[in-house]
């Protein structure tokens, strides 16, 4: 089948050259092309060789119309169209088929494309793109091919604004100067984007932006702007200097002496200004007079006043009204004192400051020394003397006398049956009975004389 295909080309080929040699040289001899007519291929080009004619074994038909008619009766048929099969018809008239759709016909041109038949015409391609992609090239085309030269004068990008911008160099695009986003604000952060360029976002909020003015306060960022922080205080905390900030500094000067000031010490007494600093006064005395009260100066509070613990001992300046102690703070009296010495001698008071005082009385004044056996007592410098000593005898044998200090003479009865005399011998013999002496049994003075006057006389019988 390769041999048949082969076969028929190399007919086409000789015939429609055959043709063409024909009717140039007719032209050149005067003679119309007709006489080319009825002349057959290989009357004209010689008998072609064995090996390249096509058998009915390897072809299944009659070969296809290649544009030229062999053997026609009508003259040229070729309408100089590629894409048209060109024939003589049965009525000698020249027929024209269109070739498939897509069938190559080349113009011999390569810089418009490859051509194909599209209907019976041939119709050009895509034209071919030289276009090497480099902004800094001539592109060309030609039967060579595509050129493609340098051309710096060209303009060229590289579509990021971040590395500058480009020129054309020996035919590449060369970066230029980096672009300086820096807008010169300390609030904004500055950054270039390769699709955008340079952008400029704000910078954290507190971002400090110094602007060199010390006195002005702290700056810093707020959504992208500086703004001032509070000014500076200029103060060196001495109540007796003025304070400024002043050409970026801080500055003091004294004020003048004598000025009252403060220099937070509550306890130092009143200052005052001296030679730029703050002086203390008299220190504060925090005494209360209170003997209950623990007093104390604190620097920032001054005199704080605490009780102290209840029942501790204190003194009122009155030492007459008892040992005193402390209660909530308050130096309480204890029990007055009972000034007695227990002398009857002395005049007993009590001094405010001395306490208890004893002076003597008169002398000769009457006293009592709880002895009442001494006699009757009297005051001598302030002592009580004795004085007669009691005779304690009640003329009673019946009694036992004594003297007790405390009740003076007593006579207590003796024991009953006692013999006592009662100076009246003619009454018997006597006994004490309940502390009285008792006569016994009268005497009976009968001598039995009748010569005799018989009588008693009481103390002789």
Same mark, same amino acid.
């Given at each position: ?15 429609? @050259? ?5 009717? &140039?040289?007719?032209?050149? @001899? ?7 007519? /009825? $002349?057959?291929?290989?009357? &004209? ?30 003259? &040229? ?12 018809? %049965?009525? &000698? ?8 759709? /897509?069938?190559?016909?080349? %113009? ?24 090497? +992609? ?33 020129? !054309?160099?020996? +035919? ?13 604000? *300390? ?43 509070? *000014? ?7 109540? !007796? ?16 002496? +004598? ?10 007494? #009143? ?18 007079? %209170? ?30 009204? =008892? ?17 007695? #010495? ?14 208890? $005082? ?16 001494? +006699? ?17 005898? #009640? =003329? ?16 207590? *009865? ?7 005399? #009662? ?18 049994? @009268?005497?009976?003075? %009968? ?15």
């Amino acid at each position: 089948m390769r041999g048949a295909v082969i076969t028929r080309t190399r007919v086409a080929i000789v015939a429609k @050259a055959f043709a063409l040699l024909c009717a &140039s040289a007719l032209t050149l @001899a005067g003679v119309a092309s007709s006489g080319c007519a /009825g $002349t057959t291929i290989g009357e &004209s080009v010689g008998s072609i060789p064995a090996e390249d004619t096509v058998s009915e074994a390897d072809s299944p038909g009659p070969p296809p119309d290649n544009g030229v008619e062999v053997a026609t009766g009508c003259g &040229s048929c070729d309408d100089d169209n590629p894409c048209t099969d060109d024939k003589c018809g %049965d009525g &000698s008239a020249c027929l024209h088929s269109p070739r498939l759709d /897509g069938t190559p016909c080349p %113009d011999g041109e390569p810089c418009d494309g490859d051509e194909s038949c599209i209907a019976g015409a041939c119709t050009a391609g895509p034209a071919v793109d030289c276009d090497d +992609g480099q902004a800094c090239t001539k592109d060309t085309c030609s039967a060579a091919g595509c050129a493609h030269t340098a051309d710096d004068t060209a303009v060229c990008g590289d579509g990021n604004p971040c590395n500058g911008e480009e020129r !054309c160099e020996n +035919g590449a695009c060369a970066s230029g100067v980096k672009p300086s986003c820096d807008d010169g604000s *300390p609030c904004t952060t500055d950054a270039c984007e390769s699709k955008d360029g340079c952008r400029h976002g704000p910078a954290p909020d507190e971002t400090a932006c110094p602007d060199g003015d010390f006195c002005n306060g702290d700056e810093r960022c707020v959504a992208g702007t500086c703004r001032a922080g509070p *000014p500076v205080t200029c103060n060196d905390g001495n109540p !007796c200097t003025t304070d400024a900030c002043l050409a970026g500094q801080c500055h003091t000067a004294a004020i003048e002496d +004598g000025k009252a000031c403060a220099d937070g010490d509550a306890c130092n007494g #009143d200052e005052e200004c001296l030679l730029g600093q703050c002086a203390p006064g008299v220190p504060v005395s925090c005494d209360d007079s %209170d003997p209950c009260t623990a007093e104390v100066c604190v620097t920032h509070d001054g005199c704080v006043i605490v009780p102290i613990p209840d029942a501790s001992p204190c003194l009122d300046s009155d030492a007459c009204n =008892g040992a005193e102690t402390c209660t909530a703070g308050t130096c309480t009296p204890g029990s007055a004192l009972v000034c007695n #010495d227990g002398n009857p001698c002395t005049t007993d008071a009590c001094d405010p400051k001395l306490g208890c $005082t004893a002076s003597p009385v008169t002398d000769g004044a009457p006293c009592l020394d709880s002895d009442a056996c001494n +006699g009757a007592e009297s005051c001598t410098t302030g002592t009580c003397t004795p004085g007669t000593a009691l005779v304690c005898n #009640d =003329g009673n044998p019946c009694t036992t006398d004594a003297c007790d200090p405390k009740l003076g003479c007593t006579a207590p *009865p003796v024991t009953d049956g006692v013999p006592c005399l #009662d100076g009246d011998a003619c009454n018997g013999a006597e006994s004490c009975t309940a502390g009285t002496c008792t006569p016994g049994t @009268a005497l009976v003075c %009968d001598d039995g004389n009748p010569c005799t006057t018989d009588a008693c006389d009481p103390k002789l019988g």
